[in-house]
């Protein structure tokens, strides 16, 4: 039996502001709702520059840590919490979400967004994960966090601002390059 090769999750493009976005598709919650923060930050490219041309997905817990099962994501209006997201970046390379603090999915564990992007350059789409910064101790415990150099380990970190957002940039490459996750099955 030959061995199947694994072949690029993304053949042409970038394509994703033509075909992917949909209505609200960035917005968890409507922006200004109770409860809503928004998450934020640039996708760089191994140069430092904005990628103008990323898409960010994210999949999160509800406040009260419960990982959402129900569907409706692409009709959000009037739909229950999914817990999931998609924005494409501007042309700065920006992007955000409006959304919940997601809550820790277990006592003493550390709360986080599951951050997946795909950009140019990107034969498949890489995943990471944005920690909420409160709960240090939580954070200390994490075993992902637990595992990596600090300096690599603030680099998974969000920044609390002022009005209660989260800011969450991302690197794709270079010296400051977010640390990226492999799940088993998954071939990059």
Same mark, same amino acid.
Request: net charge negative; aromatic share 10%; glycine share 14%.
């Given at each position: 039996?030959?061995? +199947?090769?694994?072949?690029?999750? %993304?053949?042409?493009?970038?394509?994703?502001?033509?075909? +992917?976005?949909? !209505?609200? !598709?960035?917005?968890?919650?409507?922006?200004?709702?109770?409860?809503?923060? &928004?998450?934020?930050?640039?996708?760089? /490219?191994? $140069?430092?520059?904005?990628? @103008? !041309?990323?898409?960010?997905?994210?999949? %999160?817990? =509800? $406040?009260?840590?419960?990982?959402?099962?129900?569907?409706?994501?692409?009709?959000?209006?009037?739909?229950?919490?999914?817990?999931?997201? *998609?924005?494409?970046? /501007?042309?700065?390379?920006?992007?955000?979400?409006?959304?919940? =603090?997601?809550?820790?999915?277990?006592?003493?564990?550390?709360?986080?967004?599951?951050?997946?992007?795909?950009? &140019?350059?990107?034969?498949?789409?890489?995943?990471? *994960?944005?920690?909420?910064?409160?709960?240090?101790?939580?954070?200390?415990?994490?075993?992902?966090?637990?595992? +990596?150099? @600090?300096?690599?380990?603030?680099?998974?970190?969000?920044?609390?601002?002022? !009005?209660?957002?989260?800011?969450? /940039?991302?690197?794709? %490459?270079?010296?400051?390059?977010?640390?990226?996750?492999?799940?088993?099955?998954? &071939?990059?």
């Amino acid at each position: 039996m030959a061995e +199947l090769i694994a072949t690029p999750g %993304q053949t042409i493009g970038p394509f994703f502001h033509e075909a +992917l976005p949909y !209505d609200h !598709d960035r917005e968890l919650v409507p922006p200004g709702g109770a409860g809503a923060i &928004r998450l934020h930050g640039y996708v760089y /490219d191994g $140069a430092g520059a904005g990628a @103008p !041309d990323a898409l960010v997905e994210i999949r %999160q817990a =509800d $406040a009260a840590g419960v990982v959402p099962t129900t569907e409706g994501s692409l009709c959000r209006l009037g739909a229950a919490f999914t817990g999931w997201g *998609r924005g494409s970046t /501007d042309r700065t390379g920006h992007y955000w979400f409006s959304t919940v =603090d997601p809550g820790p999915v277990r006592p003493g564990a550390a709360a986080f967004f599951a951050v997946t992007v795909f950009a &140019r350059g990107l034969l498949n789409r890489v995943f990471t *994960r944005c920690y909420l910064p409160e709960h240090e101790a939580a954070l200390a415990a994490d075993p992902l966090l637990a595992g +990596l150099d @600090p300096g690599r380990r603030a680099g998974l970190v969000a920044r609390r601002e002022p !009005d209660g957002g989260l800011r969450f /940039d991302i690197h794709l %490459q270079g010296d400051a390059e977010t640390v990226f996750l492999t799940f088993p099955g998954h &071939r990059s």
